[in-house]
């Protein structure tokens, strides 16, 4: 069966009496990995407590999205610091810069840079999270983490290829189809710089639906046809790009 990671998935964000029920149909499905990304301080318990459950199955990551950098509590970032010392294999994200919800660079700006820097000073992957946000990276494409990530690509491609210029990668979710780039986008990016994500619960692949990770290899098997791709070649290609951004590989 073709092996696969889920670099991007919320699954403390489903009701916790349906994780094992999850993660099961998923590995059924050949998605035997998972990033389990965190939006706010309150869940990097829920967060590293998954990984705890599931070792070496579920890698955690730590971070404060943008849309919620209003409920952070006063020294977040010495606490996210001391887990970072503490577990090594801990990620940094989801975090980064959203302009259709947030017009105003600042905090968000500030917040994002602290998470960059832990990163960096640990050397640790970065998932980043940015929309209508391009103008706003210029500041930060010469100082990315060696491993750093764009969830739900969905940018133009004058943004990809800022992004490849300076070692970031791509991850590609049910939302690529929507954009009007995507084959562009798809067929252009090497293959050694993508990754697929659910971001599951969330970006269903139609309206109202709850999405599940067990649905990533449609994802990369849309993304093989678009690249005129053999599937499994791809996905072992994206297979390797993962283990390394999970810090399971050098
Ligand atoms: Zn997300």
Known sequence: MIQFMDSHIHLQDYNANNTTE???????????????????E??????????????????????????YIGKMRKGWE?????????????????????????????????????????????????????????????DFWKILPECSVFHAFGGRIDMLKKLLNHGGYAAFGFSIFKNRDAQQILRYIPADRILFETDAPYMAPNKGQQNLPQY?????????????????????????????????IK
Not at 23 to 38: M, T
């Open 22 to 40: 999850i993660i099961q149909a998923a590995e059924a499905c050949g998605v035997d990995k998972f990033i389990a990304v965190s939006s706010t």
């Open 42 to 67: 309150d869940q990097w318990a829920d967060v590293l407590k998954l990984a705890q459950t599931y070792p070496n199955k579920i890698i955690p990551a730590l971070g404060i999205h943008p849309w």
């Open 78 to 138: 010495k606490r996210l610091e001391g887990i970072l010392l503490q577990n090594h294999h801990v990620l940094v994200g989801e975090c980064g810069l959203d302009r259709i919800k947030n017009p105003e660079l600042a905090p968000q700006e500030d917040i994002f840079r602290i998470q960059l820097e832990l990163a960096r000073k640990y050397r640790r992957s970065l998932l980043i999270h940015a929309v209508k946000a391009a103008e706003w990276l210029e």
């Open 216 to 248: 990533l290899p449609e994802i990369a098997a849309k993304i093989a046809t678009i690249r005129g791709e053999d599937l499994e070649t791809l996905a072992a290609q994206v297979y390797q790009n993962s283990l390394k951004i999970a810090g399971l």
